[in-house]
Every structure is written in structure tokens, then in C-alpha cells.
């Protein structure tokens, strides 16, 4: 267990989950569709779609929004979504994983690769920077689940591999297959968790200075308000301090 990260987590940027409450929603409710299609349709009955279902009512998602996205897997006229991985270069070298899910790869692929190009970007082969992450299970839980080290004690008590807590939250780190398992344990000890999914985590971060860190982050918002574009994974890190400088 490496303790308690001081660097901010390397997924999102402040303001990032601001986004607009329709769009998000769509996200999730492609999510919901596509889990419970892969699987059986009962949340309890598989991981993927509990994790989606939650992620969904943490964003205050209603319920029969929830169902229905649900029901949709099983409708015989139902869009067919498959699961897309893109990888590619921002600027200042940084690394970027972006996942999609999507009914229509040719409109997703140039959606993606313009966003890459238009800003000081370049998409790469299959490959090409998913080597410099580990694949993992991450639980995040809001910063008023706990102080630091009540989190990291029933984080070690649930069989997890890594904590990183500061005062956007916590996020918890486990191997793919002890997701699900501490999920639960943690849900037990902590209340229920805001999100529950698999992950890409950097092995090496890169710091990105002034010069680059305005145009990366137009990077990632530009592929992150893509209706396709489930989430973007970053080895990047912005400094406080530029952060505030871009405003």
C-alpha cells in the first residue's frame, strides 16, 4: 500500500465534472445500455451494470431514467453500441487513453482524431501509449466519507492496493479482479461509493508547465463533450498554480 498520494488525481482537472447535466446523462445511460446487455439485467447480478447504476445515481440520475436505459437492452430496435480505445499524444508529451462507446466508429474515429489534431495533439496506433498504464479497479468516494486515515484503514481492512485521498476526495485502487469484492466491503464500512469502474492509472506522471497546459486541457474537454467519449485517461499533471493562472 503506497499511503496517501500529494499529487491531485491525474483523471480529471478542476471544473472537469462540472459538465451539463444532459449530456452526462446520456453518457451514463449508454453505460447502463451497454452493461446490461453484455450481462444479465439485475444490478445485483452483475458488476458492471451495479457500477454504471451507481455512477449514475451519485450524478442524481432518476430512477426511471435508470430502467429505461436498462430496458433498452433488451429492445429488439435498440442501438448496438461497442466499446472503442483510442490513443494518442497532447501537448507537452503527455500520454492520453480515450474510451468511447459508440454505434458508428467512422464518425467516432474522426471526431476523435480532428479533437487530437486541432489541438497540438496526435493520435497514435492501438498500443501506442497504453504500455505506460496499469489497468485497474478504482472506487472513488467524496471527501466526506472520512479523513484520510479512517479511508486508509478500511481501505487496507477491504484488500485494497492504493489510496490517494485530498480535498476532492478519495480514490481507491484495486486489481481488476478484487474490484467488485471491495467495492463491497468499502460500501459497508464507508456508505456507497461515487463511482465503481475499471480504470487506466499512469505508471509515471508528466508535469505540464503554462505553455502547454491550456491547450491540453482544451484537448480534453474537446474530447470529453463528445457524446461518444465515455472518459478520457491522462499521465498528465497541472500545477496549482498554473491551473489558476489559466483561470
Do not use: C
Not at 500500500?1 to 480529471?12: C, D, E, P
Not at 464500512?189 to 465503481?196: F, H, K, M, S, W
Amino acid at each position: 500500500m503506497a499511503g496517501h498520494s500529494k499529487f491531485k488525481n491525474i483523471m480529471y482537472r478542476k471544473g472537469a465534472q462540472d459538465k451539463k447535466r444532459s449530456a452526462m446523462f446520456s453518457k451514463l445511460s449508454r453505460e447502463i445500455t451497454v452493461a446490461a446487455k453484455m450481462g444479465l439485467p439485475d444490478p445485483d447480478m452483475n458488476a458492471r451494470l451495479r457500477a454504471a447504476v451507481n455512477a449514475a445515481k451519485a450524478q442524481s440520475m432518476p430512477k426511471d431514467n435508470i430502467q429505461r436505459s436498462i430496458d433498452k437492452a433488451s429492445a429488439s430496435d435498440g442501438e448496438n453500441y461497442e466499446e472503442v480505445r483510442y490513443e494518442g499524444f497532447g501537448p507537452g508529451g503527455v500520454s492520453l487513453v480515450v474510451e468511447a462507446l459508440t454505434d458508428n466508429r467512422n464518425r467516432t474515429a474522426t471526431n476523435v482524431r480532428t479533437a487530437f489534431s486541432k489541438n497540438g495533439g496526435n493520435l497514435g496506433a492501438s498500443g501506442s501509449v497504453s504500455h505506460g498504464f496499469d489497468r485497474l479497479g478504482l472506487i472513488e468516494f467524496p471527501a466526506s466519507a472520512g479523513n484520510d486515515d479512517q479511508v486508509f484503514e478500511a481501505a487496507i481492512e477491504a484488500g485494497a492496493d492504493d489510496v490517494e485521498s485530498d480535498e476532492d476526495g478519495h480514490r481507491i485502487w484495486t486489481s481488476i479482479d478484487d474490484l467488485h469484492a471491495v467495492a463491497r466491503a468499502l460500501e459497508a464500512a464507508l456508505g456507497e461509493p461515487e463511482g465503481v469502474k475499471l480504470a487506466w492509472r499512469a505508471r509515471t506522471n508528466v508535469e505540464v508547465g503554462e505553455e502547454d497546459a491550456g491547450q491540453l486541457l482544451k484537448l480534453v474537454d474537446t474530447l470529453e463533450e463528445d457524446d461518444d467519449v465515455q472518459t478520457v485517461w491522462g499521465n498528465y499533471e497541472v500545477p496549482d498554480e498554473v491551473l489558476e493562472k489559466l483561470g
